[in-house]
């Protein structure tokens, strides 16, 4: 065949019939009885086999579900199972288009998958009522293939990210072939749109392959879909041009559209085989030299079909098959309009369900065999519950890259630059397991990780140039401008048993919110509502190039509400990390690699920072996640005066500059410094594992005294957090207010009244023995505030005692 016309079309079906009159006859039964299953799933409370005249009493009072997507993802989950069987392979399906639900329920439970994982919910008339009555029902399951579903690592129930979830499923996975349904609704967003670039990363020597298959139905709830509305000439030239090879599929008549399915598939798998098997036997990978074009064009179908294919062509007088009225329930009015019930039963009647199930409701013996066996079999690839196949990162000991501290403050170092050393050596040591990849947005050195490439490259399949650094086919370090893209490679990658992680611009990871939300869902129901999923590795985010340290980029890139975000989700899922130097950094990425089912954020300067900790003292500190600063107190003898807390790297910065000044101006002043790595620890125990009990919270923060708190983000966060202690009533908070703009550092802290000499008119303020004594000083600091002003105005940097400021001797 002619590799620029595609597999079939409407004027070359005839010509493509590769299954015999029997596979023909046996693959539409199946799909009928997929068919059958997947409209009892949205109506049906009994009478499953309709041995009986179909009655209000078997019908669910509430009609939820969503048909119009079903009978296509039934259709090609027919015919996966066909191949799968002719070629032998290992695949798994992803059902991108949204609420498919019924779908993916249907055809894991004629596999036989499904009643493994739920034996109640067994293969005979019993197990299929249970069946339909669970789905969309209170107690049941959703209406998407949620993390309930066999086979299944995409929810669906948001749209966008099938596409990059299948890459990241096939990057490391050589025999792996992930079948990926893309929703012409789905097409039209933009993780999707982006992630169809994924095809210039996918090395097809070492990773599996990704065949996507775009579902043109034509429309979403209640408007046509773009792609669907395009010209085939328009739409093939789309495709091309993103790098694939399209093959088309279009029609309604069944038996037609299978000859021409079975003919594509065959072409595509071959083709990937084809692919492949070159790739692996030639003497160098592709796009190991200079050329355009040298990445493979891997095949993708194109199946349009109408939407709500095989259900009721019109009710009530309007038109529904192949239109946006068979979206969600067709017959939507059963309890009302006899009528509605009459026509559901003649429905579920066109697909003879007497011809497929037996008297005891078993599928019949020659459908069932067309099913893969054991982990063949789509619901049961141990890829989709990636837990199964996790191996354990091989780790250095973080503690070898520490930085040497002699005293507090004395020493300058970049803290995510002696985090990239250890992360090349995890990368170094997991290299032949092929099981750890890093992802950033085009962000990797500017976020000084760049040590990384000297054990490994830019993972890069497109064309190469002499003049290219750190671009390989077999690279392991994954960047593209397209956080979308970013997020969904490593969730993939993380949801089939390996690790990772994304390195993010603090401000710009928000690009992200939700596919972070759907994650967050994810893992709260896999880890803890379902106990055949097993454990995975965590979505580990770094956020760098933070907040306070923009003053080249501006406002624009000044937001810190990320954090905000992620504490919304439940207490067992979230953790929330702000090292204040680079030896707790490096305690925090190690545990948090070693972590299972939890999003870890990790938020850190890459900036040169005053150093705080030697090693031993970072491990108990950060261990603990807040502690006592007793170098920087003076009130190990007595009750403090007033409590200087901080979280995050610049306000520990600011809040100890201002300690020094009042220990200078105020002697007699008992000061204690708390510092918090492990943010959720301000949160009472009972609200989240790593919370302090009431009383140790009262032990470090007393319960009568004043708290001055500097925080890195958005001070009603941390109000959010403590509200329930006893002392929350003195605690002042001083983080990010949205004040910014380009500026020095300093300044910065200056504008949002984060910075030492706001600290200290804070502390004149709250504390009483101060009231009379503090006036001077507050004048002092006042009048510093103006200085600096002038200062940065004239000569467009700090004032020398703001960089040169080191922790005086005297106080440690």
Request: glycine share 8%.
């Amino acid at each position: 065949m002619n590799e620029a016309e595609p597999a079939t079309t409407t004027g070359n079906r005839a010509l493509n019939t590769p299954l015999s009159t029997d596979e023909l006859r046996k693959t539409d039964a199946y799909w009928r009885a997929a068919n059958y299953l997947s409209v009892g799933q949205i109506y049906l409370l009994d009478n499953p086999l309709l041995k009986e005249p179909l009655a209000l009493a078997h019908i669910k009072p509430r009609l939820l579900g969503h048909w119009g997507t079903t009978p296509g993802l039934n259709f090609i989950y027919a015919h996966l199972n066909r191949i799968i069987k002719k070629f032998d392979l290992n695949m798994f399906y992803i059902a991108g288009p949204g609420h498919g639900g019924p779908a993916m329920v249907a055809n894991t439970w004629l596999e036989g998958s499904y009643s493994e994982f739920y034996p109640h919910i067994s293969r005979d008339a019993t197990g299929m009522q249970r069946l339909f009555k669970q789905f969309s029902f209170p107690g049941g399951i959703p209406s998407h293939a949620a993390p309930e579903t066999p086979g299944s690592i995409n929810e669906g129930g948001e749209l966008g990210y099938s596409l990059s979830h299948a890459f990241g499923a096939a990057f490391d996975n050589p025999d792996l072939i992930v079948a990926c349904v893309v929703g012409d609704g789905e097409a039209e967003t933009g993780p999707l749109a982006a992630a169809w670039h994924s095809n210039k990363f996918l090395n097809p020597v070492n990773d599996g392959a990704v065949l996507p298959i775009l579902h043109l139905n034509g429309y979403k709830i209640a408007n046509p879909t773009l792609l669907a509305r395009i010209s085939h000439e328009e739409l093939e030239s789309l495709f091309a041009g993103y790098g694939y090879q399209p093959y088309f599929i279009e029609g309604s008549d069944p038996e037609l559209m299978h000859q021409s399915m079975a003919a594509a598939l065959d072409v595509a798998v071959d083709r990937i085989l084809t692919i492949q098997n070159e790739a692996r036997t030639r003497e160098t990978s592709p796009g190991a030299s200079a050329g355009p074009g040298i990445y493979p064009r891997w095949p993708l179908i194109i199946l349009r079909s109408p939407k709500g294919w095989t259900g009721p062509e019109e009710v009530d007088g309007k038109k529904v098959e192949d239109y946006w009225r068979s979206h969600q329930v067709p017959l939507a009015k059963i309890g009302s309009n006899p009528q509605h019930l009459k026509q559901l039963e003649g429905w579920l009647k066109s697909y003879k369900p007497e011809e497929l199930f037996d008297d005891r409701g078993v599928l019949m013996p020659e459908l069932a065999a067309l099913a893969p066996e054991g982990e063949r079999r789509m619901g049961a690839n141990p890829h989709a519950n990636g837990g199964q196949l996790l191996k354990e990162l091989e780790m250095p000991d973080f503690q070898d890259y520490a930085v040497e501290v002699p005293a507090p403050a004395c020493v300058v170092g970049e803290a995510t630059r002696e985090m990239g050393k250890f992360l090349r050596d995890v990368m170094k040591l997991n290299l032949k397991s092929r099981n750890f990849r890093v992802m950033a947005p085009d962000e990797l050195s500017s976020n000084r990780l760049d040590a990384l490439f000297e054990v490994t490259g830019r993972t890069w399949v497109a064309q190469t140039l002499p003049e290219d650094t750190h671009l390989s086919p077999d690279g392991r370090v994954m960047e593209i401008l397209s956080e979308h893209t970013c997020q969904g490679w490593l969730e993939g990658y993380l949801l089939t048993g390996r690790h990772g992680l994304f390195s993010c611009y603090e401000a710009f990871i928000h690009i992200v919110d939700s596919m972070f939300n759907q994650h967050a869902k994810w893992l709260k129901v896999s880890s803890k509502e379902i106990p055949w999923r097993s454990p995975i590795a965590s979505l580990n985010y770094l956020l760098t190039s933070h907040v306070w340290r923009q003053d080249h980029n501006g406002f624009s890139h000044q937001d810190p509400g990320f954090i905000d975000h992620v504490v919304n989700k439940k207490a067992d899922i979230i953790r929330v990390y702000l090292p204040p130097d680079a030896n707790t950094l490096l305690f925090i990425t190690d545990k948090c690699l070693r972590s299972r089912n939890f999003i870890n954020v990790i938020v850190a300067g890459k900036q040169p920072a005053l150093q705080w900790l030697d090693m031993d003292a970072a491990v108990k500190h950060s261990t603990a996640g807040i502690g006592i600063w007793g170098w920087a107190s003076n009130d190990r003898d007595c009750e403090p005066d007033v409590v200087m807390a901080c979280a995050g790297d610049v306000p520990t910065l600011e809040t100890l500059a201002a300690v020094d000044l009042l220990r200078c101006h105020v002697p007699q002043l008992r000061i204690r410094v708390i510092n918090v790595v492990d943010l959720m620890t301000l949160q009472p125990q009972h609200e989240h594992p790593d919370g302090l009990s009431d009383r140790d919270f009262d032990t470090l923060f007393t319960t009568d005294k004043p708290i001055i708190f500097a925080y890195h983000g958005y001070p009603w966060l941390i109000h959010r957090l403590t509200y329930r202690r006893n002392n929350h009533d003195n605690l002042h908070v001083r983080g990010y207010k949205e004040e910014g703009t380009t500026t020095t550092p300093f300044d910065m802290t200056v504008l949002n009244d984060l910075d030492r000499f706001h600290l200290v008119m804070d502390v004149v303020d709250r504390v009483p023995k101060l009231a009379s004594k503090g006036a001077y000083l507050k004048q002092l600091m006042r009048d510093k505030l103006i200085e600096h002003k002038r200062y940065i105005t004239l000569h467009g940097e700090d004032m020398p005692e703001i960089r040169e400021w080191r922790w005086p001797d005297s106080h440690s």
